[in-house]
């Protein structure tokens, strides 16, 4: 703590003063020290006064520094460090003739406005470029080994920055505004958090793992500029502000891991305006490392891309967040390297391309007016987009999952040879999708919603398709399980599956389910699934038909079932209709299971048919609920009672065998007309089976049965 201070008179004085230290003084010393200006430590600001040296300042002592805090440091005279002392000198105007050196491992600290008629000599020690000043006003500058950081400003307008063996590596903390900067070699620049504005870059430079580089008023790259990150800290190269960067140079995510990025950011950086960042026509990014194109802020800034964009590494991903990605060039993944784009703006005329096993990943709200080419590759089509907006798409080989939103709406999606198979685990809103053959949209999870599906398709082992807003079926949708991984349909909300197809139960296991869902699926208002009059579900293996919410949360209210359809059950197959709610079967609905073959109902059996003749459950209809005599499960009898005769089990809605289980209680009832003639109905089974625990109640119903078993309850 030891200070000259210069001191006006009176103290407060605006007017400054000039302290001169003459020829034959020398100031040193074992300890720091710092000459100052009273006016200015007390009251900041100009005018400051002036430290005129004709002597000799000498920092001699290893880790002390002498430190000049005067308005300006005017040497006419030496000032050294030795022995690693240390020199902070404010506005330095050294004088034509004089010297200012460093050496054995002390730091000159050059800050203020500055200018070096003389010379600058460092040997083995640092140098901190700080304040502002030119090329010119570098002058002499003369270095043997130590580190130069650049901290303050160089204005380099007009003028060339050339870095060689002999000036070393400078370290670019501050900034360098115009000009061009040449290099001998690509470790001349380094970038630690520094920026370059509006500068012409001929240099190789290479920006360290965890260090960045900030642009400002475009940037001119002639050369090679590698962003090289290392584990997971973030290498970075920032846009700020509208800009270009132009050139005939590249830019290389490279390093050992893939924590390289290029920042859009606005300035300020909260701002709500978006910019742009425009990669020149003869500019190319691209590496053996991943990347990413960001916005720092919003996610709303535009990358126009007039160059190149190229991956090109196998199992990396050069990935472009920006809130829209124009491409007016060429944006291309090689060797297996990938892309991901967001909200891509593919121009007419222009191409964006991967190959050899890389993946595509499309996201946000993308069009495509160019080409997309994909050979023996994966393109994820996520985000959100038309048919027109798909444009021109060429796939060769390859997978193409579909994982965002495709709005078909009043079009035709139409699957061929040409296209290859879909994988759907987002989205298709509206239109009509079409296939050539049943294997070209495969369900992975995915939904159809208000679709019209004329393309045969199937839902494989473990997996799943979503309905909502009606399905119009015209082809056969195919639940295909195996093991013990259900396969699963779901009709979310309220839904009407019409058009004149069929669901097929398949498969080598019987967990194939169709399931309705409420939304939210927690929600406690019950959900109707109606089956069209011309659709059948059959099929070679078990399945059933299930309310997601009674699944997960049992109990009442329940969902229903309103089949105006066909449900056909194969010998040895079994349909459970889980609902807990009612299967209402109206109008012309066929029921039919074949002998051995079942359908298991947790909810009531009602509705109007009058079918007659394909009314025909000769197999196992059991009624597995859970009624009691206040709540019980309902069965609706369409006979028409013919007595005991023979005739009345022949195209009289006869069943097969009928059973109580699980200590339901079921009760008959006559809601509607279904058989000829207005006398009350009867119900005519072959084999009827009330075991012990259960109850039929027969409400005053005529039931004929040409065997039974009861050890149960008969009422009524």
Do not use: C
């Not at 200006?37 to 004709?54: E, I, R, V």
């Not at 996610?299 to 007016?328: A, M, P, V, Y």
């Not at 079409?434 to 494989?460: E, F, H, K």
């Not at 070679?540 to 699944?551: F, L, P, R």
């Amino acid at each position: 703590y030891n200070r000259i201070y210069t001191r006006r008179d009176p103290w407060n004085s605006t007017t400054p003063v000039t302290l001169t230290i003459g020829p034959a003084i020398t100031i040193h010393g074992t300890q720091s020290g710092e000459i100052n200006s009273y006016y200015t430590y007390n009251h900041g600001g100009a005018p400051a006064d002036t430290l005129l040296n004709q002597g000799t300042i000498r920092s001699e002592t290893s880790g002390k520094t002498i430190t000049i805090k005067t308005g300006t440091t005017t040497n006419q005279g030496t000032i050294e460090g030795l022995n690693g002392g240390s020199l902070s000198l404010n506005a330095l105007q050294n004088a034509l003739g004089q010297t200012v050196s460093i050496s054995n491992g002390g730091t000159l600290a050059l800050s203020g406005s500055w200018d070096n008629d003389g010379t600058i000599n460092t040997t083995n020690s640092t140098v901190n470029l700080g304040g502002s000043f030119t090329l010119a006003g570098l002058g002499t500058f003369n270095r043997s080994g130590g580190t130069v950081n650049l901290t303050g400003t160089l204005n380099n307008t007009g003028t060339t920055l050339a870095l060689d063996d002999t000036t070393g590596p400078w370290r670019l903390g501050g900034t360098i505004t115009g000009g061009t900067i040449t290099a001998t070699s690509g470790s001349l620049l380094v970038p630690v958090g520094g920026t370059l504005s509006g500068v012409t870059l001929n240099a190789d430079t290479t920006i360290a793992s965890g260090n960045s580089l900030y642009i400002r008023n475009g940037l001119t790259l002639n050369s090679t500029l590698t962003l090289s990150s290392a584990g997971t800290t973030w290498t970075e190269l920032y846009f700020i502000g509208t800009q270009t960067l132009s050139g005939t140079g590249q830019v290389v995510f490279d390093g050992t891991s893939g924590y390289n990025r290029i920042y859009t950011r606005r300035d300020p950086w909260n701002s709500t305006t978006p910019v742009t960042l425009t990669i020149g026509p003869a500019i190319t990014i691209h590496g053996t490392q991943s990347g990413e194109i960001d916005d720092y802020y919003y996610g709303t800034d535009i990358l126009l891309n007039q160059g190149t964009i190229r991956s090109e590494t196998s199992g990396k991903t050069i990935t472009i967040k920006t809130g829209t990605t124009t491409n007016q060039g060429t944006i291309e993944g090689l060797n297996g390297g990938s892309l991901s784009l967001n909200a891509l703006q593919n121009a007419l005329g222009q191409t964006v391309s991967i190959s050899n096993g890389g993946t595509l990943a499309l996201s946000g709200s993308w069009d495509n007016d160019g080409t997309i080419n994909t050979t023996n590759s994966t393109v994820n089509l996520g985000g959100s987009f038309t048919l027109a907006g798909l444009g021109t798409f060429n796939r060769s080989g390859g997978t193409v999952n579909l994982t965002g939103t495709l709005n078909n709406t009043g079009t035709t999606l139409a699957l061929d040879d040409t296209t290859g198979p879909w994988r759907l685990g987002g989205t298709i809103t509206g239109g009509t999708i079409t296939a050539t053959s049943g294997s070209l949209l495969v369900p992975v999870g995915g939904t159809l919603s208000g679709v019209t599906l004329n393309a045969d398709t199937t839902i494989a082992s473990g997996n799943s398709l979503y309905i909502r807003n009606g399905l119009t079926l015209n082809s056969t949708l195919t639940l295909s399980s195996a093991g013990t991984t259900w396969t699963e349909l779901y009709f979310i909300g309220t839904q009407t599956l019409s058009g004149t197809g069929q669901v097929v139960f398949d498969g080598t296991s019987g967990y194939n389910r169709i399931y309705t869902r409420r939304d939210p699926w927690n929600s406690t208002t019950p959900v109707t699934l109606t089956i069209g009059p011309a659709i059948t579900i059959h099929g070679t293996q078990s399945g059933e038909i299930n309310s997601y919410y009674t699944y997960n949360h049992g109990g009442a209210p329940a969902d229903t079932l309103l089949n105006q359809g066909s449900l056909d059950v194969a010998a040895g197959k079994t349909i459970d209709i889980n609902l807990k709610g009612s299967t209402t079967l109206n109008g012309l609905t066929r029921l039919t299971s074949q002998s051995g073959g079942s359908i298991n109902l947790y909810g009531n059996l009602l509705g109007d048919t009058h079918n007659i003749d394909q009314y025909t459950p000769l197999g196992t209809t059991r009624f597995d609920g859970s009624g009691t005599a206040s709540f019980p499960q309902f069965l609706e009898v369409m006979s028409q009672d013919l007595g005991s005769d023979a005739s009345g089990f022949t195209r009289n809605f006869a069943y097969g065998t009928l059973i109580l289980g699980n200590n339901t209680y079921l009760k008959l009832v006559d809601l509607s007309n279904n058989a000829p003639g207005m006398t009350p109905e009867a119900l005519y089974v072959n084999s009827l089976i009330v075991p012990s625990g259960t109850t039929l109640d027969l409400s005053g119903y005529h039931l004929f049965a040409r065997a039974t078993q009861v050890s149960g309850t008969i009422v009524g």
